[in-house]
């Protein structure tokens, strides 16, 4: 099972931008879809961005899309997001996750298809 370490998080203004990294172990990283999930106080995890194992396809939730950028670095086993325009409602803590489930293209990946998870990262949105 592959391990994974979120990191870059941190307290940003309104309009902010933060890049937000994730660390994998395992030599079969290429081989799993990744995605972005979110959970802020109260509210069900959002699966925010999603990328293909090659990084071909890529998925972005309607809250995030036009500001959010997921990439991914096989050679490194790591995974981005970055995040532009940043607004308060961003506020939440932000976990990497895996999935062996092909993302195809316009179908909305399920989170529950996720099944490995880093520890998480908190993003704080002042306004």
């Known amino acids: 099972q592959v391990q994974l370490v979120e990191s870059g998080g941190g307290l940003v203004q309104a309009g902010g931008s933060l890049r937000l990294s994730c660390s994998a172990s395992?030599?079969?990283?290429?081989?799993?879809?990744m995605a972005w999930i979110r959970q802020a106080p109260g509210k069900e995890r959002e699966l925010v961005a999603a990328?293909?194992?090659?990084?071909?396809?890529?998925y972005y939730a309607d809250s995030v899309k036009g500001r959010f950028t997921i990439s991914r670095d096989n050679a490194k086993n790591t995974v981005y997001l970055q995040m532009n325009s940043l607004k308060p409602e961003d506020t939440a803590v932000y976990y990497c996750?895996?999935?062996?489930?092909?993302?195809?293209?316009?179908?909305?990946?399920?989170?529950?298809?996720?099944?490995?998870w880093g520890q998480g990262t908190q993003v704080t949105v002042s306004s």
């Open positions: 996750a895996a999935s062996y489930v092909r993302l195809r293209v316009g179908v909305t990946p399920n989170k529950a298809d996720f099944g490995s």
């Open positions: 395992g030599r079969t990283f290429g081989s799993y879809a």
């Open positions: 990328i293909s194992c090659s990084g071909s396809n890529t």
